[in-house]
């Protein structure tokens, strides 16, 4: 979770591909935790849960959470790299700024284990 100037962002990353209430159970209670939730999508290629997986591509597991009213935005990142790096450059950010930064990363790839 990060702390902007007037709201309190929540990021959700994951494949959602074969989306359930646990997925949704997660999303109300995140937004709990802030007043806007941004929900990433890992992209088809770097989705490793099998053969035959995904089985929706990025596109349609976009479009399907794009229609949730607990969503508010939705992102497509492509891996765990680049969230490294935005999270870098948002610390960087807040150093350089003297403000509070915080950040909330779940990865529900491994959920259901």
């Not at 702390?3 to 937004?31: I, N, P, S």
């Not at 992209?43 to 508010?72: C, H, T, W």
């Amino acid at each position: 979770m990060t702390t902007t100037a007037t709201r309190q962002v929540v990021l959700c990353h994951g494949v959602f591909d074969v989306l359930h209430e646990g997925h949704l159970a997660h999303f109300r209670e995140a937004k709990r935790h802030g007043e806007r939730l941004v929900v990433s999508v890992t992209s088809d290629q770097y989705v490793n849960k099998g053969p035959g997986r995904p089985v929706f591509s990025q596109d349609i597991r976009m479009a399907v959470l794009r229609e949730l009213k607990v969503v508010d935005e939705l992102t497509g990142l492509y891996n765990a790299g680049y969230m490294q790096s935005r999270l870098e450059e948002e610390v960087r950010r807040a150093m350089r700024y003297h403000r509070p930064c915080s950040f909330l990363l779940l990865n529900l790839d491994d959920f259901q284990q």
